[in-house]
């Protein structure tokens, strides 16, 4: 009887010893891999992406972050990149991802963050064609002659065009170039529409008329305003509304049909 109690001691001690040995050795296997939420694939730790501290979301693979970047960049064309955790709004440090990208995307992306940054001041680009230097109102107010840092030439910052004396800037069609002509002429033969914040073309190929213009901004590629709701009461938006839900209204009317007749069938 005595016998078995000890028995029972020894193997009510050893137990707890084995469960701490299991549980370090899960511990172990945690640490060494990982699966990725994207490839859904087990990867090693090392391959971890580490993200911004105020961001939790560790639980990618550095081969997805990467692909997940140069597809916004090369796509999308944005320079603000999001976590790709659900509902995360952590914005992706672009110094953090450099080792793990190619040289021409970690440069494409410089290039939109650059272009971000300038898009919120004021700029025109010089109107001489051996020069064409940016140059950015950074003190702000109503400039109207300025003369170029470049080239030292003058021009009118407010219509972007060589210096104007004697004519109003609604008078000076006479001095644009040639090429604002074409571009002009480009822009209505494929139906771009003008960014109502930074005046870039937007290419509208397919979907939702709501578009992103590289800036951020939201607006509608029908009629060039702002998102101020969820839908644009515009007249091409109307139509192009009516016309969906004509579509909409014929499949449910065809459905129904299909259902009835089959209900005959059965009979």
Known sequence: MGNIVE????????????EKKEEVVEVEDDGLSFTCEICVEPVLSNKRFKSNKNCGHRSYCLDCIAKYIEVKIQE?????????GLGCTEVLDPLRCRDIL?????????????????????????PYSDCSALILNECGGNVVKTKCPNCKRFLCYKCGVPWHPGYRC??????????????????????????????????L?????????????????????????EWCW????????????????????????????????MK
Not at 173 to 183: P, V
Not at 211 to 218: A, D, K, L, S
Not at 239 to 261: G, I, N, P, V
């Open 170 to 203: 609604n008078e000076t069609g006479q001095f644009r170039g040639q090429d604002d002509f074409l571009l002009c002429q480009l822009m209505n033969e494929r139906k771009w529409t003008r960014c109502p914040a930074c005046s870039h073309g937007v290419e």
């Open 234 to 265: 515009c007249k091409r938006s109307i139509t192009q509304h009516l016309k969906f839900s004509a579509f909409l209204a014929l499949a449910l009317m065809l459905a129904c049909y299909c259902l009835w007749m089959g209900a005959i069938y």
């Open 205 to 229: 190929r397919s979907g939702c008329k709501f578009v992103r213009c590289r800036c951020g901004t939201i607006f509608c590629h029908a009629c060039g305003r702002k998102r101020s709701r």
């Open 76 to 84: 999308y064309n944005m320079s603000e990149i999001k976590c790709p």
């Open 102 to 126: 190619p040289v021409r995307v970690f440069e494409s992306w410089s290039d939109a963050l650059c272009e971000t940054t300038l898009l919120q001041w004021q700029r025109v680009y010089c």
């Open 7 to 18: 028995k029972v001691k020894q193997t009510s001690e050893e137990r707890p010893k084995e």
